[in-house]
């Protein structure tokens, strides 16, 4: 009776020792599953945030065309903008002529001296007042056209701005990716490490078991039975390094 009940024990231990290997071959393999899904995850985010990145570069990239071609565009507004105002002061001074020609005309008609007294100075103010005007046309051509070359500029510097901005979004997105890259290899050698973890547990487990049953076995544990247990829980040993 005695040498049965410590074979139930032998056997008891053995089993367990089974049960416990496999549980941490299993998490080991668990964990190591999860580690590559964690791994894809953060590849699989680097590349999903690169492309947005990405996307954000190209709209940069077309804002920044806009931009550059509103500059062009004022540009050309200015000096269309002089040119008006060029041909729009000759036609102010061919105006005073006209009217100082036309003040003689009629100062002649009606039997005056031209060019002294009150007739000259009519004239002289009508000449004073049209040069004023020619140059008021002039400044204000100036004042506009000027306008256009700094809403030119602004359009430049905004272009400038925005490719700026381009290759910055670019570089993030390189940056995300590896990121991605790099956190995925750590998750993946994590998940190697849990695996070979669980293989040791499971095996150091068994080399347990095989010890305590040949202790018992050295202490007249029961012969045949502690001998076949001891048997089991080296080959058991050797199942759980697989």
């Known amino acids: 009776m005695c040498g049965i009940m410590e074979g139930i ?6 089993a367990g020792a089974v049960q416990q290997s496999n549980a941490q071959r299993q998490a080991g393999r668990a964990a190591a599953s999860a580690a590559g899904a964690q791994s894809a995850a953060a590849i699989s985010q680097g590349v999903h945030e ?18 550059f071609a509103n500059k062009r565009i004022a540009e050309r507004l200015s000096g269309e903008a002089t040119q008006e105002g060029k041909i729009s002061e000759q036609i102010s001074r061919l105006d005073t002529k006209q009217q100082i020609g036309l003040q003689r005309v009629a100062q002649a008609a009606s039997g005056s001296v031209v060019d002294q007294g009150s007739n000259l100075n009519l004239v002289q103010d009508t000449a004073v007042f049209g040069e004023f005007e020619a140059r008021n046309i002039r400044a204000s051509t100036a004042r506009r056209a000027q306008g256009f070359l700094d809403q030119g500029f602004n359009y430049g510097r905004t272009g400038d701005l925005q490719l700026l901005q381009a290759e910055h979004s670019v570089a993030a997105g390189d940056i995300a990716v590896q990121s991605g890259v790099a956190s995925g290899e750590a998750y993946a050698k994590a998940g190697e490490e849990a695996l070979r973890t669980g293989k040791a547990q499971a095996s150091a487990t068994m080399l347990q078991a095989a010890g305590t049953v040949a202790m018992m076995w050295a202490g007249g544990a029961g012969g045949g039975a502690a001998g076949a247990a001891a048997g089991g829980a080296a080959s058991g040993t050797t199942s759980a390094n697989n």
């Open 9 to 14: 024990m032998v056997a008891t231990t053995v």
């Open 50 to 67: 690169q492309a947005g990145f990405l996307a954000q570069a190209d709209a940069d990239r077309y804002n920044a065309d806009t931009s």
